[in-house]
């Protein structure tokens, strides 16, 4: 199956392609395959443990091993281990592709006897032809245990070894068998507001817009406050966010000596992200067990560790940073404990950067002051496959210094699971003797990581377990939105767009209501007369309809608030005037104002309806009353289709969500808002997000001929800049040498002719050596939203753009001060839009000029060059053989064409060209 948009609705819609093996060419190009097979720290390590390990078993038994690779990738543990003598390898991947890629990657290196591979999972494994006598796996993600590295070597161990091979006096040890052998995580307090954006929900944008007294309610309960958020850890480049606040202060310094206006001036945050604590192993987790209470299926592979952490540095603590160490053999054969790979980020600073193992951090729902000498208690849990923690105020901390405000707030966990537990920070309580537990945790702070190993805890009771769950999400957001998306509506630099946006688009929308309801002399609003029978037709006709294809946005809720409180005068003078002139309550009607808000996942539908009632927005059925409900907010699954309340489960009582789910409803005029830019199933994909609204627009005009209709936003530009980027590339596209001596040629060849075909969704910001090339974007493709109706007449339409890069080069030099290297390796695009109207415009882009760069929540589709063609910069360069002698390209050329008048699933076209 393969994702397109519908150009009849704007939808995403599945259909099924003929050649399968394109999709997975292209998912396999987008995989993280080529940092890992760059990593030459993960893959020497590796080697060096495969090869003590098969020499160690080897001296024990006096023959080869015989070795099971679960998850082989392109095959390289696999070929390490034929390499350092292994008498037969079973290598298991999943991945079709994969596993043809890694079998001719064993056939070029001349290991085909040697090495069978077998396409599937291990678990689905019925039996190999003989016993296995080690395990190799490399199934850690950035959170260590995501890609179950635990049941995964419990089931094969059980499963594919011989227990009497490794059990009894002389048998050679379970623990020496596999690889990896163990891992430990580590834990550092740290202060940062951008991991703070990423859960937070007490300053969720807008909560209250400029002008306005009216706060937009954006909590469902009172647990709200404090939601952990119902996730676990969540993968960052710390390096990347200590940079980028480094430079946010230094931008900050710039603007203020700056000549513009304190008004234009951008908001930086200045909050210094640093660590507010020394790194503490906190978690030890082994991988040669076939204990069942290790694997699903008996105890979901529960652990709990306690340690404590005192406090380095005062701050405010937003978070806890992770990183891990795996130890790839055991003490016995590693008493050094020299093999190891660990994620410490000054660790990685120290090898060439990659991509595929990170950092994690868990953000705390409140942050918490912390003072030097403070104690925090940490008590961190696993399962199968999650890390979660939570933290409080130890009860053997010193109390903090005079004069020195804390905030005690609960900073985590599941307030209604265990007494004791309040939004206070109370010390963790340990658990009582019968609930189950070998020993109880111990109390001293900075253990070491055998200390933290014997803390090792299986027997805990069902019942503790489910009080100290992973915390669910209590308040609705984090199960709507992903961190990135939180962190946008969380950003105060969005801020500066978003809430101008908001209340222009109502006054807007007010403007055009007041000019066919609003009488100009008087300024009340026209009301109608009516009897019990002409009711509901002139109800009906009274109805100013504004449709939202929102999708997951905040908009529709703030724009009808904003109208609310634009009305709310007008309203109470008209009702004055009705009273006066001794016309009675329920025998007129006032003109009423229609938010439609369109959501097609249907928990965002449910969400957003608690959201309307919360607000009191969703209107009343009550006749005598219905002249309060002057403006409601419906929530729909599509224009065509039916009411949240409809069908799903729940309350039927959004009676004008049924009645704006039909077309015939939509009546009057007519406004659609694009609102946020991103529509939930669309984040990766920032120029489908502009097709996809454009699409919906002429849908619905289509549909409402008569309808004076006006388009916010008006018009979009996709936008392009060039860079370079060795980080970037680094994890993207062919290997082009050996990887530990053995052939990859395989996998180039496979993703060769795909990998620099598309464009592919990135973070660029995570990227510190990201160079651009130009001062500033440029448009290579205009969208014009306020007539889509045209478009169905128009021809294939193309846009020529050339960007002289010589001259870009230079202003880049000389803007920034330093010396950009003369090189393109791609191009990134993303959309700007534009919400045009009588009181001005609003530009809304992801591209940040202060900063010049991109948010770090967002994405942008990325086109990578096959040749990384050196740039003509009036020859202060050199460029040698690697190029040829080649002088340099001193211009870009980018076509980028559409057909939107097509019946058939539709996208951009692009081409490039150089001179």
């Given amino acids: 199956m393969s994702s397109m948009l519908n150009p009849q609705t704007g939808d995403l819609v599945w259909l099924p392609l003929e050649d399968s093996n394109f999709v997975k060419l292209k998912t396999m190009s987008m995989s993280q395959m080529s940092s890992m097979l760059r990593d030459d720290y993960r893959n020497s390590v590796y080697e060096a443990a495969i090869q003590k390990s098969i020499d160690s078993f080897r001296q024990h038994h006096n023959r080869n091993p015989i070795i099971l690779d679960i998850g082989t990738g392109t095959g390289l543990l696999a070929m390490l281990c034929a390499k350092y003598g292994a008498e037969a390898v079973f290598a298991v991947e999943m991945f079709d592709l994969l596993a043809q890629t890694a079998q001719e990657n064993i056939n070029r290196n001349g290991m085909g ?7 599937g999972r291990s678990s689905d494994i019925e039996a190999l032809p003989v016993p296995v006598d080690i395990i190799v796996s490399e199934l850690l993600d950035s959170a260590l245990l995501g890609e179950c590295v635990i049941p995964s070597h419990a089931d094969a161990i059980a499963r594919f070894m011989d227990p009497a091979s490794y059990e009894g006096p002389n048998s050679y040890p379970l623990e020496n068998r596999v690889v990896p052998h163990s891992a430990e995580m580590y834990a550092t307090l740290v202060q940062s507001t951008e991991v703070n954006r990423m859960v937070s929900i007490h300053n969720l944008l807008p909560s209250e817009l400029p002008g306005s007294d009216k706060t937009t309610i954006f909590r469902e309960n009172e647990y709200s406050p404090n939601c952990a958020g119902g996730w676990g850890l969540f993968p960052v480049h710390w390096r990347q966010i200590v940079g980028r606040s ?40 082994e991988f040669w067990h076939t204990n069942p209470q290790l694997t699903h299926k008996d105890n979901s592979g529960y652990a709990m560790f306690d340690t404590e952490i005192e406090v380095k540095e005062a701050g405010i603590m937003h978070g806890i940073l992770f990183h891990w160490k795996a130890h790839l053999l055991s003490p016995a054969l590693d008493p050094g404990d020299s093999i190891v790979y660990s994620t410490d980020p000054a660790v990685l600073a120290e090898y060439p950067f990659q991509d595929h193992w990170k950092q994690c951090v868990l953000p705390l729902p409140n942050p918490m002051q912390v003072y030097r000498g403070q104690i925090l208690q940490l008590r961190v849990c696993h ?55 070998e020993s109880v945790l111990g109390k001293k702070r900075n253990r070491n990581a055998k200390e933290v190993k014997r803390s090792l805890s299986c027997m805990v009771s069902k019942e503790f377990q489910e009080a100290f769950a992973m915390p669910p999400c209590s308040c609705g957001w984090h199960l709507l939105n992903d961190n990135h998306t939180t ?27 007041a000019q066919k309801y609003i009488d100009p002399v008087s300024g009340l609003l026209r009301l109608q007369v009516v009897t019990p029978e002409t009711w509901a037709t002139i109800k009906a006709s009274s109805v100013y309809t504004v449709v939202d294809d929102g999708d997951g946005s905040l908009v529709a809720i703030m724009v009808a ?30 003109p009423q104002i229609r938010v439609v808000s369109v959501e097609k996942r249907q928990f965002s539908r449910m969400f957003y309806l608690h959201l309307v009632h919360a607000n009191d927005l969703a209107g009343s059925d009550d006749e005598t009353a219905a002249n309060t409900d002057f403006v409601t907010v419906s929530v729909v699954e599509s224009l065509a289709g039916g009411a949240a309340g409809e ?19 939509i009546v009057g005029d007519l406004v659609l808002s694009l609102a946020s830019r991103r529509q939930s199933t669309l984040n990766a994909l920032p120029l489908w997000q502009a097709l996809s609204f454009l699409y919906a627009a002429r849908a619905l005009t289509a549909s409402h001929p008569s309808s004076a209709t006006q388009i916010l936003p008006s018009s979009a530009q996709i936008m392009m800049i060039p860079f370079q980027s060795a980080q970037l590339c680094r994890g993207h596209g062919p290997i082009h040498e050996p990887v530990r001596s053995l052939d990859h040629t395989a996998y180039d060849e496979q993703i060769a002719g795909i990998w620099s075909a598309f464009l592919y969704p990135y973070h660029t910001a995570d990227y510190a050596d990201m160079r651009y090339l130009a001062p500033q974007p440029v448009s290579v493709y205009s969208l014009d939203f306020t007539d889509p109706l045209n478009l169905r007449q128009q021809n294939y339409r193309k846009e020529t753009t050339q960007l002289d890069l010589t001259t870009s080069l230079a202003q880049v030099r000389a803007q920034y001060g330093e010396q950009v290297a003369a090189r393109i390796d791609g191009v990134i695009f993303f959309v700007q839009y534009h919400y045009t109207s009588s009181s001005g415009d609003v530009v809304v882009a992801p591209w940040n000029a202060w900063e010049h760069q991109f948010a770090p929540y967002e994405v942008q589709s990325v086109k990578f060059f096959a040749s990384k063609y050196p740039v003509y910069d009036g020859g202060i360069t050199q460029h040698g053989e ?16 559409l057909d939107a008048a097509s019946g058939e699933t539709s996208d951009f076209e692009m081409s490039f060209a150089f001179f």
């Fill in 383 to 437: 399962d199968d496959l999650r890390v979660w923690a939570f933290v409080t105020v130890s009860p053997t901390s010193p109390p903090p210094p005079a004069n020195n405000a804390i905030n005690m707030g609960f900073c985590g966990g599941n307030t209604a699971a265990v007494a004791g537990f309040s939004h206070h920070a109370t010390p963790l309580a340990p658990p009582a003797a019968d609930d189950g537990l």
């Fill in 647 to 665: 069908g799903e489960g729940m309350d039927d009582d959004n009676n004008d969500g049924a009645a704006a789910s039909d077309d015939s409803a």
């Fill in 487 to 513: 962190s946008f509506w969380n950003d105060h630099a969005h801020r500066r767009h978003i809430q101008p946006l908001v209340l222009q688009s109502a006054e807007q929308i007010f403007q055009t209501f």
């Fill in 561 to 590: 608030q904003a109208l609310k409180e634009r009305l709310q005068s007008i309203v109470a003078q008209t009702e004055a005037f009705a009273r006066a002139a001794g016309i009675a309550l329920g025998t007129y009607i006032l």
């Fill in 246 to 285: 480094k430079q946010r202060q230094q931008l900050a310094r710039t603007a203020a000596t700056s000549a513009a206006d304190a008004q234009s001036r951008p908001h930086f945050d200045t909050t210094p992200a640093k660590t507010l604590s020394e790194a503490v192993p906190c978690m030890h987790a």
């Fill in 882 to 897: 690697e190029h040829g002698g080649h002088r340099g390209i001193q211009r870009l050329q980018v076509e980028v064409a």
């Fill in 113 to 119: 006897e040697k090495i069978m591979i077998i396409q």
